[in-house]
């Protein structure tokens, strides 16, 4: 069965510092993966999704980068974190079209910056 | 452009009360229609998902939702609430040559002893 792991749970860190969030899926080949970030009222915010090594669409212009070095590992990084960058982080995997689209989430990252 | 709109940030029933979240939808093409839950600081759960055929849906934990094209609805519901249905309930929308889910804000289900 797949399963999706998200490292790490919580994460402090001051501002200015880097940030590099990790994802990996198994058992499963080629997923799409994604990135959102979710802030209390807000819903969930997508911000990068991946259907390919090296293949990083952005949905929302901002302090963050998504790499994909490997087929099932996709890590959300910051140069400089900002105050705004603080809250509850998600990754995902989906089969993409054909496969009903249904995404799979990991556990998420807490982040605060302060 | 599609879109969902979830009536309700918070919605409160009493233990063993049905539960009804709702949910509409905006979508130029036949929707798929998804619903996941999430309990508190944990990842998202599918609970059940319309992609064609029946338009009652059954998912888990005694969930069900209905799709209503001509309504452009899929409310979920469930006949008795239990102490364990608390949690934040996201409705979302996509379509077959789409590779992104188009979540709404979310519904918070409190339940009263």
């Known amino acids: ?114 | 452009a599609q879109s969902v709109t979830q009536l309700g940030s918070h919605v409160s029933v009493s233990e063993g009360a049905l539960v009804l979240l709702r949910c509409n939808y905006s979508s130029s093409v036949p929707p798929y229609l998804f619903w996941y839950v999430q309990y508190p600081n944990q990842g998202l759960q599918l609970l059940l998902k319309y992609t064609t055929g029946a338009t009652l849906v059954k998912g888990i934990n005694g969930f069900e939702a209905e799709f209503k094209k001509s309504e452009t609805s899929f409310h979920l519901t469930k006949p008795s609430a239990h102490m364990s249905d608390a949690a934040e309930y996201f409705c979302a929308v996509s379509y077959y040559r789409d590779d992104k889910i188009i979540f709404g804000k979310g519904t918070r289900l409190h339940i009263l002893p």
């Open chain 1, 1 to 114: 069965s797949q399963t999706i792991h998200q490292w790490p749970a919580t994460l402090v860190q001051p501002v200015g510092s880097p940030l590099s969030l990790e994802c990996t899926v198994e058992g499963t080949s080629n997923p799409n993966l994604y990135w959102y970030r979710q802030a209390a009222g807000r819903g969930l915010q997508l911000l990068f999704y991946s259907i390919g090594i090296g293949q990083i669409s952005s949905e929302v212009p901002q302090n963050l980068s998504a790499s994909r070095p490997q087929d099932r590992q996709f890590i959300l990084s910051s140069k400089k974190l900002l105050l705004s960058d603080s809250g509850f982080y998600l990754c995902a995997w989906s089969l993409g079209q054909g496969a009903g689209n249904i995404q799979y989430f990991g556990a998420g990252t807490r982040l605060s910056v302060l």
